[in-house]
Each structure stands twice: as structure tokens, then as C-alpha cells.
């Protein structure tokens, strides 16, 4: 979506072209291709490759999402009979469906775990990026540390934070109720009403280092002299904070809450290495539901079906992002 | 060529959509080399889980007596129960893969419903046929509604008592009577909490089991429902009875030991194989388990074990119900002989082979499983006295029904028996709940069952 930032760069010929306005652009399109054919031999096997593992997928999801296949349609694959649009209706309007129920349960779980997520990673990795803006002693020592919990994978991060988890000899509890006594009671995190926070706490502590990163590069090129010129009009740090500062890092800001939604959203690996593959009515995410209704009880009509609605939503949230951010996008090319 | 062209594309798409579920997952190509039909020279290729501590190297050993007897060699690959069903599922309906493949008992009816296996009825005469086999196991190679026999028992689990023969001495119980039934098990767990709080400096928790994370957790669960006399379907399989009042009662009684506070809550946040190492670890008094952990209280290289536990381990078969009747869940895997291998008659040698007296035994002891057949097991059970029990427990085994839609109800079940569970840890263990609960795991599985090929 960030076609305006990734242009090239107008081609060499361009600036004669425009002193000939009469010059039929045809030509100028046919010299452009010849020009540039090595380039589309190039690119070819990577466009074929695309249309091979991701259009065709694609497209065979969406399919699959109007056919009845389950259990026993399975060997039929496409074969399978058509089903209208009764896997969207029984998703979206059927209350006496299971299915229905275990979706809304999802999209709220997913929605809680998004926003907070998203919202977590982003505050709390400028939070720190501003601390880090600064000259001192071991900052680089620290900075590098800052950055180790983005180099751990996923499902280590999760193993980890699932054995910290743990009610009885977990060291978070260790930590809240033994040591520091802030809580009275041993809270139960991987299982009931606490185990959204058990995925959504190692989320943003996975996310922060490049949030963080980011927010660094992009504090470090805002220039000092602005700054300097604000101050001496009597502008309080907190003014510059929000006058300078944050404008200055919208676009960084687009960038990472357009990546940071979608990633989460799609977030798969935390709640199943650190819950099982149903993470129960309090965990469970919308790819842990999909996953576990297609490939573990079959259901691939209702799986793709929840993808598709999924796809749309992701589509709807990438419009919204273009419109809102669009102009920060054009200022910083 | 477009039903063909249809394969591939829904190959393709199956593939990439799966490959999320399985990230890395290894989809070598597995066709069984040697074109000729000629017995000497034929190579199978076979499909078998991570079941011993040397998966590869176990069953090659295992195997190399047989291609010495009989030239056909085996190409053993291990496949992770991550994706095991997965790539049976895609290898039956593609018709490309193993030509032997190993299967959990649960999953034989949807696999043979396919419709991508051999039917052995034929053959299975020569290894005893069903008279062969304790009939719970047999009912394993089934489809509901066909007259297939579509699998060969290949090995055994049954759930059993774990205790600490030294707590129970101390606590002044006799193991023979402890967990004879309901009452004196709950009574038993509720002595030791009283009376053992501790050994030998350790706090040990009278009983655990794993909840919600547990892949298991159904086959941990229905033996209780089944002592009461519930069921998990109807008798022409046609709906679920998980809501039924005896059901609730079987259900009800695990949520009774955590009220009690003879069930630790923390292990329900724990999945199987923590909660086996938590008793292996000497912090759980009595568990129920597979006799694998039997199996690994002699394998010095198994280090999850701490002393006391290791040297003071009893084995007890669940307790009785109020039907006066005791049953455990019957596990294990079958042997699964492909449609599309062009090695038929070699294939059903191999499982042949493996279903010979020597070598259940030889298998079953290095994976710490039961073997299969009768006459096999009645062999190992007289091994020793932990075994011996283990063996009433087979004899009391019970399967589920072979439909083709087991593994989805299982799964239905699965999540309402994990709530169930949770909720009772976080102090609700009102009956409205519980039977809330049970009736969502109906509604569910129904559903699953009313499934159509229309």
C-alpha cells in the first residue's frame, strides 16, 4: 500500500520525453518495456512463483469457503458440493451454531489482543526510544540489550513466558506474591479469565525491541536545531514532545501500527506453543479458531470462510490506515 | 486431465494453507522406490510417529530380521504428531505417500473413511483376526457402516493409578484397597493430604492432572463418565449423551477432588507431559497415566525421575464406579496399509510380521507400551507386579465408537472438559455450570455428527 514510497526513480529518458509533448506516450511505453526487458526477465519467475503459492491459494480459499467440505466431502476436495454463502450465515447470524459462538468468542479475544498489542508496542517503544536518545555511558551495551527479546522466535519466546507463567513456581508469581507481595493470592495466568494477558504481555515484549529501534533511528534524525529554536521561545519539553517530536514521527508511527495491526492479528505461535491448539473461550484467537476448525475437526468450508472474513477486514483496516496516513506518507518521500 | 489438474491445484492450495498450521513441516516426496514387483528387490516405505526414544533406529532393528527372511527392506520415516494427520489425510486422498503408515487408534475410522486405505478383511485371519485381539481393540480397526477391517492393532495404552507406594506407608493405606472405588479413592486422597503433607522434606501434593492443555485430556476423563454409567454417544452413534445425568456425575467427580483440595489446581495449567514429569519429579502423590512411564522407571538415562519417586512407584487399575464397574481409556496405535501402494502382498508381510507374538513384545518393550494382541499382552503383563495391574486395566479397556467424526467430537469434548476444570480451580463448581458446559459439548458434537456428504 506504500506505492507512493516505492516508486522508482522516473526513468533517464524522461526529461527529453517531456520536451517533446507531442511524442506519442505509446512509444514512450514500448521503448520504457524494451528497455526494462531484462528487468521483467528478471522478475518474471518471482511473479510466476507468487501466482503459483499465494494468488491460487488464495483464490482456492475462497472457493473452498462456498463448498461443504468436511469429513466426509474431504476426498472430494473441489469436488465438494456447493454450499452458498450458508458457512458466512452460519459464522456471522446462526446463534444456535457452536461455530458461532466460538467465533464471536474470537473476534473479541482477537480485538482485545490487537489493540492492546499494537497500542502496548508502540507507547511503550517510543517510551523507551526516548530514554535511549540520549549520550551517555554503556548506552550502546544497553541499546544491544534492549534488542535481544526481537532475536528469540516466537516460540521460544512463548515456551518461556509459559513456564514464567506458571501459578505455583513461576517466577512472575514468585516475583508479585513472594518478593515484592503486591498481590495477596497466587493469580492463575495460563488458564480462565487472566490468559488473554498471558499472550498479550510476551506479544508486546517480543515487539518492543524494533518498535524501539524504529522510534531510535527516526528520534536521532530530528533535527536538533528545532528543538533549540522551540526552547528558546519558551516551548516546555512536553510542547516539544507534541509539537515536533510526534509530528516529525508520524510516518514512522503509520508504518509500524499498519504492520503491528496486521502481524497481530494474524498471531499464531504464542497462545498454541504457550495454551495447546484451543487456548479456551478467554485465549482463543481468530488463526488459533480457523487453524484449529480446519485442520483438526476438518471444518475447511467454515475455516475458509473465517479467512475470507478475516482477508476483508484486513483490507478494510489497510484502507482506513491509507486514507488516514496518506499524506504523511507523500511528505516523507 | 481436469479432475487431475483439480488434484494439483487443490493439492497446492491445501498445502499452503496447511503450511501455517505447520510451519517447516517436511514434505519430502515418499513414493516407494523399486518398480518391479519382485519380492526380493521391493523397498516400502513406511510412516511411523515418534514412539520410542531412537523412533528410526528402534523399528530398524526391529525390521532387519524380517528383510534378512524376506528381502523387502523398509524406508522408516518418523513423522511428529504435529502433522501426522495432516499427511496421512493429503497422502490418502492424493494417493501419493507411504505405502504402510502407522495411525492412532482414534483416527482409523476418519482416515479409512477417505477411502484412500486397503480393506484387510481378507488377511487378517492369518494373525488371529478379531478373535485374536481383546474386542476394544479390535473395535479400533472399524468404520461404522462398513464391513472393513482397515487396520491391524499394532500397540496398546491403557490409563492406570500412579502412586507412591512410600506416602501411601506412611499415610497407613493399603494400596490394594486404596482406589478400589470412588469413595475409598476420594477418602485415600483426602488421608494423604491430611497425614502426608510431606516426604522426606518435600512437599508432595496428594493428586494432578492436566486440564485444558492436555491433548488427552477426554481419555483422562471419560473413564469416569464411563464407571457411572454414561457414554459418549448415543448407541447408533447418531447423537451425544456427554449431558447426561451419569455423564455429569463421571464428570463431576474430578471436579469434586478439586472442592476436596486433593487435586492440585496448579497442574491443570500444566500440559500431559508436564504433569507426568511432575510426578516423575516426586511433587505428586497419585496420577493417572500410560504405562510408558512404567516403562521408563528402568531407563537410567531418564532423568526426570528423582530417587524416591523411581524406587517407590505402584500401579493401581481405576477405581470402580457407582455401577460397581471399572473401565479405562485403550489407546495405541494401528498399522495402516495404503490403497495407492503398488506393494500390497510386501506390505501386508510387514504387518504380518509385526503383528507376530516376539516381536509385540520385543516393540512393546522399548516403548513401554502393551502389545496389541491378546496373547501378547497376557505374556508382558506377567512380567511383573506393576505390570500385572497395568494388564486388569487393558482387560477393563474401552474404545470409543468408530465413526469417521470421533476426532472433531473428542475435540468439542476436549474444550468443555478443559472449562470444566478451570472453572473448578477458580472456585465455581456449580452443577448449572457444569451442566452449561456438558450441554455446549453436546450442542457441538452434534452438530459434528449431523455432518453430510450432501
Not at chain 1, 234 to 246: C, E, H, V
Not at chain 2, 31 to 52: D, E, F, Y
Not at chain 2, 122 to 129: E, L, P, Y
Request: glycine content about 10%; charged content about 15%.
Amino acid at each position: 500500500m506504500s506505492i507512493e514510497t516505492l516508486q522508482p526513480p522516473p526513468a533517464g529518458g524522461d526529461a527529453t520525453a517531456e520536451l517533446l509533448p507531442a511524442a506519442a506516450p505509446r512509444r514512450r511505453r514500448r521503448r520504457t518495456l524494451r528497455s526494462h526487458r531484462l528487468a521483467y526477465r528478471l522478475i518474471l519467475p518471482a511473479a510466476v512463483f507468487m501466482v503459483i503459492v499465494h494468488l491460487l491459494p488464495t483464490l482456492g480459499g475462497v472457493v473452498i469457503s462456498f463448498k461443504n467440505l468436511n469429513t466426509f466431502t474431504f476426498a472430494k476436495l473441489f469436488g465438494a458440493p456447493w454450499n452458498g454463502l450458508e458457512n458466512y450465515r452460519a459464522i456471522l447470524f446462526d446463534s444456535a451454531n457452536p461455530l458461532h459462538s466460538g467465533f464471536v468468542d474470537a473476534l473479541r479475544n482477537s480485538a482485545i489482543y490487537t489493540t492492546t498489542v499494537v497500542a502496548g508496542i508502540l507507547v511503550g517503544g517510543l517510551g523507551i526510544a526516548l530514554l535511549m536518545n540520549r549520550q551517555m555511558r554503556g548506552i550502546r551495551v544497553i541499546r544491544t540489550l534492549m534488542l535481544t527479546p526481537w532475536i528469540v522466535p516466537s516460540f521460544v519466546v512463548a515456551s518461556l513466558w509459559g513456564f514464567m507463567w506458571q501459578s505455583d513456581v513461576g517466577i512472575i508469581n514468585k516475583v508479585l506474591v513472594d518478593y515484592t507481595h503486591v498481590l495477596g493470592h497466587r493469580p492463575v495466568w495460563l488458564i480462565g479469565d487472566n490468559s488473554i494477558w498471558a499472550i498479550v504481555i510476551p506479544s508486546i515484549w517480543r515487539g518492543l525491541p524494533f518498535a524501539m529501534l524504529i522510534f531510535l533511528a527516526g528520534l536521532q534524525a530530528v533535527p536538533r536545531e528545532l528543538h533549540e529554536a522551540a526552547a528558546i521561545d519558551g516551548a516546555g519539553p512536553w510542547q516539544r514532545f507534541t509539537r515536533i517530536t510526534l509530528p516529525l514521527l508520524r510516518p514512522l508511527i503509520a508504518i509500524q501500527l499498519l504492520f503491528n495491526v496486521i502481524y497481530a492479528t494474524y498471531q499464531y505461535a504464542i497462545p498454541v506453543v504457550m495454551m495447546g491448539t484451543n487456548p479456551g473461550p478467554k485465549a482463543d484467537l481468530m488463526m488459533t479458531l480457523i487453524i484449529r476448525q480446519s485442520f483438526s475437526n476438518n471444518l475447511f468450508g467454515f475455516g475458509s470462510a473465517a479467512s475470507v472474513l478475516l482477508m476483508l477486514a484486513m483490507g478494510v483496516w489497510v484502507a482506513i490506515w491509507y486514507r488516514a496516513f496518506r499524506r504523511d506518507l507523500e511528505l516523507a518521500t | 486431465m481436469r479432475s487431475r489438474f483439480a488434484v494439483v491445484l487443490s493439492a497446492i492450495a491445501i498445502g499452503a494453507f496447511g503450511l501455517a498450521a505447520c510451519g517447516g513441516s517436511d514434505n519430502s516426496s515418499s513414493t516407494s522406490a523399486g518398480t518391479t514387483p519382485a519380492k526380493q528387490n521391493v523397498t516400502l516405505t513406511m510412516w511411523t510417529m515418534p514412539n520410542s526414544p531412537d523412533p528410526k533406529g528402534d523399528l530398524q532393528g526391529l525390521i532387519a530380521p524380517f528383510t534378512k527372511q524376506t528381502g523387502i527392506k523398509v524406508n522408516v520415516q518418523v513423522v511428529g504428531w504435529d502433522v501426522q494427520l495432516d499427511r496421512i489425510r493429503n497422502a490418502a486422498v492424493s494417493g501419493t505417500g507411504p505405502d504402510v503408515t502407522q495411525a492412532g487408534t482414534t483416527q482409523v475410522p476418519f482416515f479409512a473413511a477417505l477411502g484412500g486405505f486397503s480393506d484387510l478383511n481378507g488377511k487378517v485371519s492369518q494373525v488371529g483376526g478379531s478373535s485374536g485381539y481383546n474386542p476394544a481393540i479390535w473395535n479400533t480397526t472399524k468404520l461404522s457402516g462398513t464391513n472393513g477391517t482397515w487396520a491391524l492393532p499394532w500397540f496398546t495404552e491403557a490409563r492406570a493409578i500412579y502412586y507412591r507406594s512410600d506416602v501411601l506407608k506412611k499415610a497407613g493405606l493399603d494400596p490394594a484397597t486404596a482406589f478400589k472405588d470412588w469413595d475409598t479413592f476420594r477418602q485415600s486422597l483426602l488421608t494423604i493430604k491430611q497425614k502426608v503433607p510431606s516426604i522426606g522434606g518435600k512437599p508432595i501434593a496428594p493428586f494432578g492432572q492436566p486440564g485444558a492443555k492436555a491433548f488427552d485430556l477426554v481419555h483422562d476423563m471419560m473413564p469416569f463418565v464411563w464407571a457411572a454409567g454414561g457414554s459418549e454417544l448415543s448407541s447408533d452413534n447418531k447423537t451425544s449423551t456427554i449431558n447426561s445425568p451419569q455423564a455429569e456425575q463421571g464428570v463431576k467427580f474430578m471436579t469434586q477432588l478439586i472442592q476436596d483440595g486433593t487435586f492440585d489446581k496448579s497442574q491443570l495449567e500444566r500440559d500431559g507431559t508436564q504433569v507426568e514429569n511432575q510426578f516423575k519429579g516426586g511433587h505428586l502423590a497419585v496420577w493417572i497415566g500410560g504405562p510408558w512411564v512404567l516403562g521408563s522407571v528402568k531407563r537410567a538415562s531418564d532423568d526426570t525421575w528423582s530417587s524416591a519417586a523411581r524406587s517407590n512407584v505402584g500401579v493401581a487399575p481405576l477405581p470402580a464406579g457407582p455401577t460397581g464397574k471399572a473401565f479405562t481409556f485403550l489407546g495405541g496405535s494401528d498399522l495402516m496399509v495404503l490403497k495407492s501402494s503398488k506393494h500390497q502382498d510386501a506390505a501386508w508381510q510387514l504387518l504380518k510380521y509385526m503383528a507376530s507374538d516376539r516381536v509385540q513384545q520385543a516393540y512393546a518393550n522399548l516403548l513401554g507400551m502393551f502389545p496389541a494382541k491378546a496373547s501378547a499382552q497376557k505374556q508382558y503383563g506377567a512380567q511383573t507386579a506393576n505390570l500385572k495391574e497395568f494388564l486388569t486395566a487393558v482387560e477393563d479397556g474401552r474404545t470409543y465408537a468408530p465413526i469417521p467424526q470421533w476426532a472433531q467430537v473428542e475435540n468439542a469434548y476436549k474444550g468443555s472438559f478443559g472449562e470444566i476444570l478451570t472453572n473448578a480451580a477458580g472456585g465455581n463448581v456449580s452443577d448449572a455450570e457444569l451442566q452449561k458446559q456438558l450441554d455446549d459439548a453436546a450442542k457441538q458434537a452434534d452438530g459434528l455428527l449431523a455432518q453430510s456428504t450432501g
